[in-house]
């Protein structure tokens, strides 16, 4: 089974710091995602990445940045965190469209 | 623009009951594909079923089973013999194709509780 690792299951941070939130999947999926979750608006995009080097903003990429150095690790970046980023943030990576996404735990991130 | 809409925010069911969640979509795609995932409080998500568009037959994975009406878009998750171990949140979502290939787009999401 594919593991989708991320790096921190709870994160406090102060506003105005650069955050960063790491993400290794264990197969070698060209694919892969960051998502926030928040209540009563379920998940949304924040930006993907078919390739190494490759990004491609979401549906909400303001005030996020993204870092893929290696096919296997996937990194979202807060360059200044606010506190209207305190959310659930999740990672998945996919294998094809058929078989949809596979996720990690989450990180749930909290800005003070 | 895709979309998926869950209307119903929470919803409970005793033991051994059947539940029917809802689920509504849109798409201009002729060729997608239709999930529902469960995160239990461990929040770890997982996927319970799956659909593809051009197939008409209705997925069943033991006692998940869906019913799946294209022309009204509608792809409702039933649960049949509900368990404690199926209190969670749900989100149905839609991987359609064209420019938003790839994207998996989510509803809001549905709680349930399964009571003893």
């Known amino acids: 089974d594919v593991k989708v690792t991320q790096s921190s299951r709870y994160l406090v941070k102060r506003t105005g710091e650069k955050v960063f939130l790491e993400c290794v999947q264990d197969?070698?999926?060209?694919?892969m995602f960051w998502y926030r979750q928040d209540p009563g608006l379920g998940l949304r995009l924040i930006y993907f990445?078919?390739?190494?080097?490759?990004?491609e903003k979401g549906d909400i990429p303001e005030g996020y940045s993204v870092s893929r150095e290696k096919k296997e690790r996937f990194s979202l970046i807060l360059e200044s965190a606010s506190t209207n980023q305190t959310s659930m943030y999740l990672c998945?990576?996919?294998?094809?469209?058929?078989?949809?996404?596979?996720f990690g735990s989450g990180t749930r991130l909290t800005v003070v | 623009a895709q979309t998926v809409t869950q209307s119903q925010p929470e919803m409970s069911v005793q033991e051994a009951e059947t539940v029917t969640l809802s689920c509504t979509y849109d798409?201009?795609?002729?060729?997608?594909?239709l999930f529902w995932y469960k995160q239990p409080p461990s929040r770890q998500m997982i996927l319970v079923i799956r659909?593809?568009?051009?197939?008409?037959q209705n997925a069943t994975e033991n006692r998940f089973s869906v019913n799946f009406q294209k022309a009204a878009k509608s792809f409702s998750l039933k649960i049949s013999d509900s368990q404690l171990g199926d209190t969670a949140m749900y989100f149905c979502?839609?991987?359609?194709?064209?420019?938003?290939?790839?994207?998996?787009?989510f509803g809001q999401g549905t709680i349930l509780t399964v009571h003893p």
């Open positions: 659909q593809e568009a051009y197939k008409q």
């Open positions: 998945a990576t996919r294998r094809d469209r058929v078989h949809g996404y596979t």
């Open positions: 990445s078919y390739d190494v080097k490759m990004k």
């Open positions: 798409t201009s795609e002729s060729n997608y594909y």
């Open positions: 979502a839609l991987n359609a194709g064209g420019t938003s290939y790839g994207k998996l787009t």
């Open positions: 197969m070698d999926h060209e694919n």
